[in-house]
């Protein structure tokens, strides 16, 4: 038996133990929280508050398991919010990134398990996700939950009505773009939780023009929107807006879409589902995918009817996480 005589070194070597001990429970702590949250990872008291932390990770989403087409994936996750996707199909697996970590978190919810062209899909977090969350933002307001594939039809009014059939709601905020167009996801705020934590029960069950809504928590610490008044709208926004709608709402044959993805991924996969697209709503007499300077697509048809019922159709859906501006045309195919 070794007998230390060192009174330093004994101490020394009992400091080094009681710190792995605080080590171990720690771990344990945060073992024990990623068990109760399943994919939602707390974090543990080390974390400094004075750290930058990167808030977009918690908006990615790995999806596995995945075979079915590019454009199918994409229409169901258009359902949880805007994102932008990176496709890779040798690997069978997609990678998500939404712009909210809300719309991830209902995402992964809903698709883990999902059955798409005969295999059960794969949904969780990416590699990159933190193994710690700051503090101040890892308790959200269990009043506030998450509302998308909300039409443009809607404002606030309406959900604000549906809800407060639930129970008493407090507001309810949409979130816009540039445009001034609402990203067709809002916030609603519950006086109570309870009553937020039964409107969770609702999702998928409440339709609204034809839309299920999704309904999900908020999954860290948030305030409410401000609200945006359309007289707090500059009017040289307005004059710009009805030049645009009179453009868009010109007489023509011709349709043609923006605003539906990047030039690196605009391939042949692409032009082919778009003529598909474009071909169920006429006869389509030319078709044609132009990538510079930026993607567009053009499409001629028989009619103006036709073009006309295309453009309303399409006009405003999302493709991919990103709104469709359509506008109808009566010039020439670019050369």
Same mark, same amino acid.
């Given at each position: 038996m070794?007998?230390f005589?060192?009174?330093q070194l004994?101490?020394?070597?009992?400091?080094?133990?009681?710190?792995?001990?605080?080590?171990?429970h720690?771990m344990h702590?945060?073992?024990?929280?990623?068990?109760?949250?399943n994919?939602?990872?707390?974090?543990s008291?080390?974390?400094?508050?004075e750290?930058?932390f990167?808030?977009?990770?918690?908006?990615?989403?790995y999806?596995?398991?995945?075979?079915?087409?590019k454009?199918t994936?994409?229409d169901i996750?258009?359902?949880?919010?805007?994102?932008?996707?990176?496709?890779?199909?040798?690997?069978?697996?997609?990678?998500v990134d939404?712009?909210?970590?809300?719309?991830?978190?209902?995402?992964m919810?809903e +698709?883990?398990g999902? %059955?798409?062209?005969g295999?059960v899909?794969?949904?969780g977090?990416t590699?990159?996700?933190?193994s &710690? $969350? !700051?503090?101040?933002?890892?308790?959200?307001?269990?009043r506030?939950?998450?509302?998308s594939?909300?039409?443009?039809?809607?404002?606030?009014a309406?959900?604000?009505?549906i809800?407060?059939?639930?129970?008493?709601v407090?507001?309810?905020?949409?979130?816009?773009?540039?445009?001034?167009?609402?990203?067709?996801?809002?916030y609603v705020?519950?006086?109570n939780?309870?009553?937020?934590?039964?409107?969770?029960?609702?999702?998928n069950?409440i339709?609204?023009?034809? +839309?299920?809504?999704? %309904?999900g928590p908020?999954v860290?610490?948030?305030?409410?929107?401000?609200c945006v008044?359309?007289s &707090? $709208? !500059?009017?040289?926004v307005?004059?710009?807006?009805?030049?645009?709608?009179?453009m868009l709402?010109?007489?023509?044959?011709?349709?043609?879409?923006?605003?539906?993805?990047?030039?690196?991924?605009?391939?042949?996969?692409f032009e082919?589902?778009?003529?598909?697209?474009m071909k169920?709503?006429?006869?389509?007499?030319?078709?044609?995918v132009?990538?510079?300077?930026?993607?567009?697509?053009?499409?001629?048809?028989?009619?103006?009817?036709?073009?006309?019922h295309s453009?309303?159709?399409?006009?405003?859906?999302?493709?991919?996480?990103r709104?469709?501006?359509?506008?109808?045309s009566s010039? &020439?195919? !670019?050369?």
């Amino acid at each position: 038996m070794i007998q230390f005589v060192d009174e330093q070194l004994v101490k020394l070597l009992e400091s080094i133990a009681d710190s792995k001990k605080h080590g171990i429970h720690l771990m344990h702590t945060v073992y024990s929280e990623v068990c109760k949250y399943n994919k939602w990872v707390i974090s543990s008291e080390t974390m400094h508050t004075e750290s930058r932390f990167d808030m977009s990770l918690l908006n990615k989403v790995y999806i596995g398991n995945v075979t079915c087409s590019k454009s199918t994936i994409m229409d169901i996750l258009n359902v949880f919010g805007r994102f932008l996707i990176n496709y890779i199909s040798s690997k069978e697996c997609v990678f998500v990134d939404f712009d909210n970590p809300h719309a991830a978190y209902l995402c992964m919810e809903e +698709m883990t398990g999902m %059955i798409v062209d005969g295999k059960v899909l794969k949904a969780g977090r990416t590699s990159s996700f933190p193994s &710690e $969350i !700051p503090h101040e933002i890892r308790s959200p307001d269990k009043r506030i939950i998450y509302v998308s594939n909300v039409s443009q039809e809607v404002e606030e009014a309406h959900l604000e009505e549906i809800f407060s059939k639930i129970g008493k709601v407090d507001s309810v905020r949409f979130l816009y773009d540039s445009w001034f167009v609402h990203k067709g996801y809002a916030y609603v705020k519950f006086t109570n939780a309870a009553d937020a934590r039964k409107a969770l029960g609702y999702t998928n069950k409440i339709g609204i023009y034809g +839309m299920k809504l999704k %309904i999900g928590p908020t999954v860290i610490k948030m305030e409410m929107p401000e609200c945006v008044h359309h007289s &707090e $709208i !500059p009017k040289r926004v307005f004059e710009i807006k009805t030049r645009i709608e009179s453009m868009l709402f010109s007489r023509g044959r011709m349709v043609i879409l923006r605003n539906l993805i990047n030039y690196e991924e605009a391939d042949d996969e692409f032009e082919q589902e778009m003529h598909a697209e474009m071909k169920k709503y006429g006869s389509v007499v030319k078709f044609m995918v132009v990538k510079i300077p930026d993607v567009a697509v053009y499409c001629l048809y028989s009619s103006e009817e036709e073009a006309r019922h295309s453009f309303e159709i399409l006009n405003g859906r999302f493709f991919g996480g990103r709104r469709i501006r359509a506008e109808m045309s009566s010039e &020439e195919f !670019p050369v």
